[in-house]
Nanobody, 124 residues
């Protein structure tokens, strides 16, 4: 069993930056593909970014490409989401997810573990 705990959310003005962290329990974190998803009010949860076990392969939704960067530190069992040039439409609850496969993916159903989410609010 893997537990994921997100942190780093908050209120920021448009154009600002935030860095989200997701701390994972367990000794097998380095084997897992990881992803970040988000859910805006009244909308379905959507993919934001994913990363493979080594950090050598990343994938982004078009809506965040060029502004968000996903990374991981396997020694710290942590995955990050650096968010720059934030827009009001980035306002959402952001979720971290892990899957028992080495590669990341945009498919939500491919993930086995989910965090509780952290709120990001971008004011205009």
């Amino acid at each position: 069993q893997v537990q994921l705990v997100e942190s780093g959310g908050g209120l920021v003005q448009a154009g600002g930056s935030l860095r989200l962290s997701c701390a994972a329990s367990g000794r097998t974190f380095s084997r897992y593909g990881m992803g970040w998803f988000r859910q805006a009010p009244g909308k379905e949860r959507e993919f934001a970014a994913s990363i493979n076990w080594s950090g050598g392969s990343t994938y982004y939704a078009d809506s965040v490409k060029g502004r968000f960067t996903i990374s991981r530190d396997n020694a710290k069992n942590t995955v990050y989401l650096q968010m720059n040039s934030l827009k009001p439409e980035d306002t959402a609850v952001y979720y971290c997810a892990a899957r028992r496969q080495p590669d990341g993916t945009a498919r939500q159903r491919a993930y086995d573990y989910w965090g509780q989410g952290t709120q990001v609010t971008v004011s205009s």
